[in-house]
């Protein structure tokens, strides 16, 4: 038996919550998701069956990762790393904070990055070649609304641009309204 990296975890009251109408096979899969991932830094590899369960792991990992850090910190005293920065008290000048945001920021792009696998590989190509990259959501919403042909939206895009008409961004519709307004079809 493997020995765990720290000796306690924080399960909180949503994490029950959250399994209370899984299946049991489920709901015992993600408990040890949980505590494999906080005790031993394992990433859950749920079965086949089980796949769906990574869409709730991705939303409790960010409270399980704070968790064993803390747990680690403690174990170093609280500090967050080896050159933490030490008034003559002993106690970080920041340092914690610092690495409170870092760690914060790594969470959100990881967030974004899981949230962008919902999105349509077609959206994502056209949110790519679009010059105003704004309201991502509203554009998202206008695309699932509008179902157009992804060929012809990059090829009214690339015709736009080359006119010069988008030279500069502030007259770049935003991407939700010039799906709504069927604006691919000017060029075509």
Known sequence: ??????????????????????????????HNAIF????FGEEPDFLDAQKHLNLYFIVVKPNIESSRTSSINGKKGGLTNEKSD???????VGSKKEKEKE??????KEIEKEIER???????RFWKMY?????????FDAWE????????????????????????VKFVPFPAKWLREKKWTDNL
């Open 86 to 92: 030490l008034t003559p008290l002993g106690r970080g």
């Open 1 to 30: 038996m493997q020995t765990p990296q720290i000796k306690y975890c924080a399960f909180y009251p949503s994490f029950y919550e959250l399994t209370q109408n899984f299946t049991i096979n489920d709901r015992d899969a993600f």
């Open 36 to 39: 494999r991932y906080a005790f």
């Open 118 to 124: 919902i999105y349509s590989e077609d959206f994502l």
């Open 145 to 168: 609304q509008m179902r157009p042909n992804l060929m012809n939206c990059l090829d009214s895009i690339h015709k736009t641009k080359q006119t010069g008409v988008w030279d500069d």
């Open 131 to 139: 010059p105003r990259q704004q309201n991502k959501e509203e554009a």
């Open 103 to 108: 760690i914060e920021k790594e969470k959100e």
